[in-house]
């Protein structure tokens, strides 16, 4: 299998196939960065493939992130969708949302199976004070939190895995990812709802980036690949 991610035709659709070690890199515009100052959400449709990848166990790993910096910088305000941080089983992988800085700072809202195809969510509600987590559309869990806010950062936001410059750049996922979302708001339940439901036709108030995984969507620019923002913002990604 290919080291960096590739395109994978599924019953579903075409799915980005992360294997373990490679990971997606975008440049991230201030937008992005300014995340750790307000209300965002976070979406990704996602089939886990389990423990094992074809290079051994995987213990955890970042479906999206902003978190891939050196420990001893102590940033605050770096956040992830993750991937088995609060359990792996045989059968099913624990979601946890985090950002770093805030109370409390982890949020573990479900179980997913793997080999199955799940549209995960994770909104940062500064507005109402709480995190949301939703699985296919429906919320299944809310947290309370004190409302922290932080600085931007200048590290590089990922899909599939932290950036190898990272100090937990071994944090990387087993899965086929085929759709990632973010959004400069805190989603309401009922757009959830709607994106679970159209998912080729998605909410745009607020939406910064949109990675849809087709055989379109990665180009080669300058000898790289890159899969393309389909959110009209430029946020193309490297794949690595």
Not at 65 to 84: C, I, N, R, T
Not at 116 to 143: F, P
Request: hydrophobic share 35%.
């Amino acid at each position: 299998m290919p080291s960096s991610p590739s395109r994978v035709l599924m019953a579903y659709s075409y799915g980005m196939y992360f294997d373990g070690n490679s990971y997606v890199d975008l440049d991230a515009p201030s937008i992005i960065k300014n995340f750790s100052q307000g209300s965002f959400t976070v979406i990704a449709w996602v089939i886990s493939l389990g423990l094992y990848t074809p290079k051994g166990r995987i213990n955890n790993g970042r479906i999206v992130a902003d978190d891939s910096y050196p420990y001893s910088d102590g940033v605050y305000g770096m956040w992830a969708l993750s991937h088995g941080d609060c359990g792996l089983s045989a059968n099913s992988a624990c979601i946890r949302f985090f950002f770093r800085g805030e109370n409390p700072t982890v949020f573990d809202f479900v179980n997913i199976n793997y080999n199955t195809l799940y549209m995960i969510s994770a909104v940062r509600d500064l507005t109402l004070l709480q995190n949301r987590g939703y699985l296919n559309g429906a919320q299944v869990a809310t947290q309370s939190i004190a409302g922290n806010t932080y600085s931007p950062n200048n590290y590089p936001v990922t899909v599939g895995g932290e950036a190898s410059s990272s100090a937990e750049s071994t944090l990387r996922v087993y899965a086929y990812i085929f759709q990632v979302l973010l959004y400069s708001r805190a989603l309401s339940s009922s757009e959830i709802q709607w994106n679970y439901n159209n998912p080729n036709n998605p909410i745009t108030n607020g939406l910064v980036l949109w990675y849809y995984a087709s055989p379109n969507n990665v180009v080669n620019v300058g000898g790289t690949l890159q899969w393309v923002d389909l959110s009209g913002n430029g946020n193309n990604g490297t794949l690595y």
